[in-house]
């Protein structure tokens, strides 16, 4: 075999970048547990004997901990003085849970699914779906703590204004429900948002809807209830919004059909869904990345275990979208916004 060696090398490179990421995903996980991000980003930078006083932990462990961080690009070294500190730029992405950058917390989900791979290569063999209820309990938060950062910048302040009217309706006193909300977060940054209106936030695992709760207290606008999206109740709904969740669901063009017969008559359909393109080339890129595998390791096992099994995936496009959203009864679909990670569209009927 006569390999290109101007083809392999890189292929190797990229290996080794592979093989550094995935090693370190652990650690990731260990530093945000233990405080050990945060502890750099309020302090002048540290000895690893000195972070190490500051968090109760062990230095030996934390020094090559350091030094791993300080390998991968996410903390910064001094040779000069052996300190080691958070940039603010590194500070955002793995400190401050309220950064819009924040990223730390998706790395929970890569434990659920290194830790549920057994059961993800047997579905690969039979053709069964895996439930979300199924899933390592580090699946919701880290699902949670990966969309929120992003939800909270961009809901109240983008995303709603770009829908016609909806922003108004909110303000005088609207009932908004949130279908497959999971923890609650959107519903929650919601309904701080606008005192004046009602929302319930509604999802078929029953243990988020608990925890959604627990998260809620004192909110006295918003509830949660235990329900699937083909069925859940109530009517004469101003707007309803599904938040990453659509493309999960065994059968979205049910889901959307229950949504529209649930609506007013000028009703709005809120989706925000994973920024992809129509097609697999569009989509070759670092999101579109970590979307497909997150895809085919969470999304498209989840929908394959509901009835109908339709498997949309993380990058089902605009396009199929909108073929779901028209099957499903409404008549006018736009994209109303975007970020690097979404795509936000409005269905009215």
Known sequence: MNLDMTKLE??????????????????????DKLGLYRTLASSEPLTPGELAEKTGTHERYLREWLS????????????????????????????????????????????AVFADEPKLTEAFKTG????????????????????????????????????????????????????????????????????????????????????????????????????????????????????????????????????RETLKPDGTLMLVEPRAGDSLEENLNPVGRIYYAFSTSVCVPASLGQEVGAALGAQAGEKRLADVVGRGGFSRFRRAADTPFNMVLEARP
């Open 128 to 259: 069964r779906g895996v439930g979300w209820g199924e899933h390592c309990n580090c699946l919701f938060c880290g699902t949670e703590r990966f969309f929120r950062p992003g939800y909270k910048a961009h809901l109240v302040t983008e995303w709603l204004p770009a829908l016609d009217g909806i922003v108004e309706k909110l303000e005088r006193g609207a009932k908004i429900a949130d279908v497959g909300c999971g923890h609650g977060a959107s519903t929650i940054i919601m309904a701080e948002a606008f005192p004046k209106s009602e929302f319930v936030g509604i999802d078929f695992h029953e243990a988020s809807i608990v925890h959604a709760r627990e998260h809620a207290k004192g909110l006295a606008n918003v509830r949660f209830e235990t329900a699937r999206a083909q069925d859940f109740a109530g009517s004469d709904y101003d707007l309803v919004t599904i938040f990453d969740a659509l493309h999960d669901m065994g059968d979205p063009v049910g889901a959307v059909a229950h949504v």
């Open 68 to 111: 791993s961080q300080a390998a991968s690009g996410f903390v910064t070294y001094d040779e000069r003085s052996g300190r080691f500190a958070l940039s603010p730029e590194q500070a955002a992405v793995f400190a401050d849970e309220e950064s819009p950058v924040y990223m730390a917390g998706g790395f929970y989900s890569l434990a």
């Open 10 to 31: 890189p292929l190797l490179g990229m290996m080794v970048n592979e093989l550094g990421a995935a090693a370190n995903a652990a650690l990731v996980l260990i530093g």
